[in-house]
């Protein structure tokens, strides 16, 4: 079956760090890939996606790209800030085997300042 | 910016009470998502509905679980006969499309005593 296995939290960080979260999947089919971002006490807002091979999803200084030979869309950020203190979901979705996108169990990402 | 919402935001029920969760999808989607996050657990998924009817349910959805679109604005999720483990934060979803990316509510946190 589909699924999405990203590494174990929590991740500690110094404010300016290089940031990866490794994000891998097995999905039959042509599967979109997603990052959805949970801040403290909020929902699930979407970071970035991507839809097909080779693809590179960006926002707010968020990169992933979709590798298909390796079945991975790992995350990584340059710099990062207190700000984006959160837990991250990695996530995919499979056009016309599903009807519903299926997370990883997310990874808590900790700032210092 | 359109936005999925979802009433009310915390609710406290009796074990073996019936609730209803509410959501309003954003107004052009023609998917909804039920999902659901267990206290710091994984997202999981419960149930998709398109065109009036449930298109994919889990395992979780069972006869305890149903789905309405009662109007053309509302969705809803009912739990008929709470049970302490359905305490969970409950999410709602939209999307466009299917393939699209899905739009998350700011959930409604659930509480079974």
């Known amino acids: ?113 | 910016e359109p936005e999925v919402t979802q009433t009310p935001s915390h609710q406290v029920t009796q074990m073996g009470q019936e609730v209803i969760l509410r959501c309003v999808p954003i107004s052009n989607h023609l998917y909804f998502y039920w999902y659901r996050q267990i206290l710091g657990q994984k997202v999981e998924f419960l149930v998709s509905f398109y065109n009036n009817e449930i298109s994919e349910k889990s395992e979780i959805f069972d006869d305890q679980f149903s789905v309405e679109r009662p109007d053309g604005s509302n969705f809803t999720l009912k739990i008929r006969s709470t049970k302490l483990e359905d305490s969970a934060m409950y999410f709602c979803a939209s999307s466009e499309a299917r393939e699209f990316e899905a739009f998350f509510g700011q959930g409604t946190r659930l509480t079974v005593v």
């Open chain 1, 1 to 113: 079956g589909n699924s999405v296995t990203q590494m174990e939290g929590p991740v500690t960080l110094s404010e300016e760090a290089f940031l990866t979260i490794n994000c891998t999947y097995t999905a039959t089919g042509y599967p979109s890939l997603f990052w959805y971002v949970q801040y403290p006490g909020e929902g699930l807002q979407l970071l970035l996606k991507a839809t097909k091979a080779d693809d590179k999803g960006s926002n707010k200084g968020f990169e992933a790209t979709y590798r298909k030979e390796t079945t991975s869309f790992h995350l990584e950020k340059g710099s990062v800030q207190v700000s984006d203190s959160a837990v991250y979901f990695c996530a995919l979705s499979v056009l016309n085997r599903d009807d519903k996108i299926i997370f990883g169990k997310g990874t808590r990402l900790h700032i210092l300042p």
